[in-house]
């Protein structure tokens, strides 16, 4: 492997991570993802477009990797192991604010459209730019701001304390 290779993927693969995983929802599965893709950048190295973007380059080719694992799992019943499962896994998390803050984002962010949720991480999350956005999803540049204003619309209306639903219970506050 070029050094040159090295110097532009290596910084790319703590944000391959995260996104992974806040797709997949799945560490063992994201870190799989990321090794797949690794293995497929370096292996196809030489058709990437030397006047683009690497960073952009790479991340399109980890969300196709995704997508279509996606579409498979969805095509078969899941299994989980429970020798395989973390302890962490198995318990109740504490009950602090904080807590529920996450978890409810978590929750926000799952019942979104896969197109609002995918464009809200790479700009929000990822901090890439419109154009890199739309590159790593094969979108107009306008397709990706409409998905992100909608995504970050209906986000705001899940998290907002105004809406109370049956997936998302009320927050009880402490009384003194």
Request: glycine residues 4%; neutral net charge.
């Amino acid at each position: 492997m070029s050094t040159d290779m090295l110097a532009l993927i290596e910084p790319v693969i703590p944000a391959l991570r995260r996104y992974a995983r806040a797709l997949l929802r799945d560490v063992a599965a994201a870190d799989d993802l990321v090794q797949d893709c690794l293995e497929r950048a370096i292996g196809r190295w030489d058709q990437r477009r030397a006047d683009g973007d690497a960073r952009a380059w790479m991340f399109s080719i980890l969300h196709n990797l995704a997508m279509t694992r996606l579409r498979r799992a969805a095509e078969r019943p899941t299994h989980l192991a429970l020798d395989g499962v973390a302890d962490a896994h198995l318990t109740v998390p504490a009950t602090q604010e904080d807590t529920l803050r996450v978890r409810d984002l978590l929750a926000a962010l799952a019942a979104l459209p896969d197109e609002q949720r995918t464009v809200l991480l790479l700009v929000g999350v990822e901090s890439l730019s419109y154009a890199e956005t739309a590159t790593v999803l094969d979108v107009p540049i306008g397709t990706v701001m409409s998905r992100l204003s909608r995504g970050r619309e209906r986000l705001a209306r899940l998290m907002s304390a105004d809406t109370v639903t049956e997936s998302a219970p009320a927050h009880l506050r402490r009384v003194k």
